[in-house]
């Protein structure tokens, strides 16, 4: 008797998670899914959240088996997740940058003119000229500009506005005002009329007048592959260098015209149907070159280029080599290698330079932040690094920037929860109950107005530190059983005793099996 056979259950890869929630990559919409975490189990199901389905047995299948990395992840200390190699992630901006973007683009709004506090005739032909120019009316545009002179700039510069209904309860006399914070050259630039988006601006339109959310008018024509107008728009002046919030992340223009699924979707579903869809696509292309600005960018050490050789004895064995530009000749590079589609994670001697972008996903660590990191480090494993005459006051520092040791610091702190990390701080309010109490246990009278509010500082940084603190034990003990403990490092020149030292104590204090390995193939565990 003959049965059919059950087809595979699809994998749905885990690409971040905490104690908390899993965010996997679905296999049916290649989009990321939103689930809560319940453990490691990976035989554990899921449904998925789209409407695209396997056909199974004459059936849709909504099921994914949720899979976890066995030990390719970092911990992400900041955010409070740990993370997959080759992780798809969305490039959120810190809460506290969005919020700050999002209050001054509202104050650059607020200072223009609402078009809803005029009369309502005047309203009525400022919303009429604005259907005229999305419609690419140039005539009626250029004759409203030029012959109802007291509207002109209210007309270019002002917002398109509106008055927001009283709800029943509220109080007042007056409706609020609302608006998108758009201007004409905004909604202009978004059509296929390049010659209305040319007269705005001769007008005197505001290039780079941005709205609630930061958009500006070189956004808007990035967007939608109007080539054109984009180049009207940087000739009059756009800096493309602006930023706007677009789901909780920031977007330049050039991000906007880049071939993304997201970008892709979300155009599909305001797409006019007489738009040939190749033609706009070559477009965005050729806005992508216009916006580019990556060869513009001078003073940082890059990666210059690599290459293949091949041996005469031996064809069929291939030597890469890779060529980095670097401030002087006595700078040394290390690269640490650690499969699993981690990225490989590159590192230059000095303890002043910043993190430094070298090709597409790979960046030199910043000297002026793992030189410290390495100094923290040497504490925690009882390693004392060989003072030097370069140490400019701070001891060991010399010998701590080396590139490898830095790259060592990198591997413990994406790796490993070190027991210092994990202590929370005592609290601060324990056992005060009032802020008056509070005030009299620091003796009120003898303190000065500074002296108790620098007190109160100190009292709110601890605080925070406690939550923060919470949180990470939180995660530390949500823990996958196995992580990772070995990585590969290769280093430009011969490694100095001091480092070679410094590795074998981590390795044995932290219980890892990090190697180095020098320009001669001299291998140090």
């Not at 493309?240 to 880049?258: E, G, M, N, P």
């Not at 030199?364 to 005459?389: K, M, N, Y």
Request: proline share 5%; aromatic share 8%.
């Amino acid at each position: 008797m003959s049965t059919t056979a059950r087809p595979p259950t699809a994998i749905a890869r885990v690409q971040w998670w905490n104690h908390a929630n899993v965010y996997v990559l679905c296999p049916f919409c290649a989009e990321l899914h939103h689930h809560g975490f319940v453990g490691y189990d990976q035989n554990q199901l899921r449904v998925s959240h789209c409407d695209n389905r396997l056909p199974r047995r004459g059936e849709i299948s909504d099921e994914y088996q949720i899979r976890f990395p066995s030990h390719h992840f970092e911990i992400d200390k900041d955010n409070l997740f740990f993370v997959a190699g080759g992780a798809r992630l969305p490039e959120k901006a810190p809460r506290e940058e969005i919020d700050l973007l999002r209050a001054r683009f509202r104050e650059a709004v607020d200072r223009k003119v609402f078009w809803v506090d005029f009369p309502e005739d005047i309203v009525e032909k400022l919303d009429t000229m604005l259907g005229n120019v999305v419609l690419g009316d140039i005539s009626s545009a250029r004759k409203f500009l030029t012959t109802i002179l007291p509207l002109h700039d209210i007309f270019l510069n002002g917002v398109e506005s509106w008055k927001h209904p009283l709800s029943e309860g509220e109080e007042g006399t007056t409706q609020p005002r609302e608006t998108s914070g758009k201007a004409v050259l905004q909604y202009a630039s978004c059509e296929k009329y390049p010659e209305i988006v040319k007269l705005l601006l001769d007008e005197g339109a505001d290039v780079n007048a941005a709205d609630l959310e930061g958009r500006t008018a070189l956004m808007e024509a990035a967007y939608w592959g109007r080539l054109e107008n984009v180049q009207h728009l940087l000739e009059h002046g756009a800096d493309k260098s602006l930023v706007c919030i677009y789901k909780d992340q920031l977007r330049r223009a050039i991000d906007f015209a880049r071939p993304t699924n997201e970008n892709q979707k979300t155009r599909s579903q305001h797409r006019i149907d007489t738009e040939d869809v190749y033609t706009m696509d070559l477009y965005r292309r050729e806005i992508v070159r216009l916006l580019d600005d990556s060869d513009s960018d001078e003073g940082t050490h890059q990666l210059g280029d690599f290459f293949f050789s091949s041996s005469a004895s031996n064809p069929t064995m291939l030597s890469q080599y890779t060529h980095y530009s670097l401030p002087t000749e006595s700078k040394t590079v290390a690269y640490m290698v650690r499969g699993g589609h981690l990225p490989e994670i590159p590192a230059m001697s000095g303890w002043i330079h910043k993190e430094t972008v070298v090709d597409e996903g790979t960046v030199f660590v910043a000297g002026r932040e793992w030189t410290p990191e390495v100094l923290r480090l040497c504490e925690v494993i009882g390693f004392t690094p060989q003072p030097h005459e370069y140490d400019k006051g701070v001891p060991g520092q010399y010998n701590a920037c080396h590139a490898e040791k830095q790259l060592i610091a990198y591997f413990v702190f994406k790796h490993l929860f070190l027991p210092s990390e994990l202590a929370i701080p005592e609290d601060p309010d324990e056992g005060v109950d009032s802020l008056a109490e509070m005030m009299s246990l620091t003796s009120l009278t003898k303190l000065s107005a500074s002296a108790i509010s620098q007190n109160m500082i100190e009292r709110a940084q601890v605080r925070e530190e406690r939550a923060y603190q919470s949180k990470l034990v939180e995660l530390y003990e949500n823990r996958p059983l196995t992580s990772l403990t070995t990585a590969n490092i290769l280093v430009s020149r011969r490694v100095c005793p001091d480092c070679e030292l410094f590795l074998k104590r981590v390795n044995e204090e932290l219980g890892l099996s990090l190697c180095l390995l020098n320009s001669n193939i001299h291998i140090i565990q």
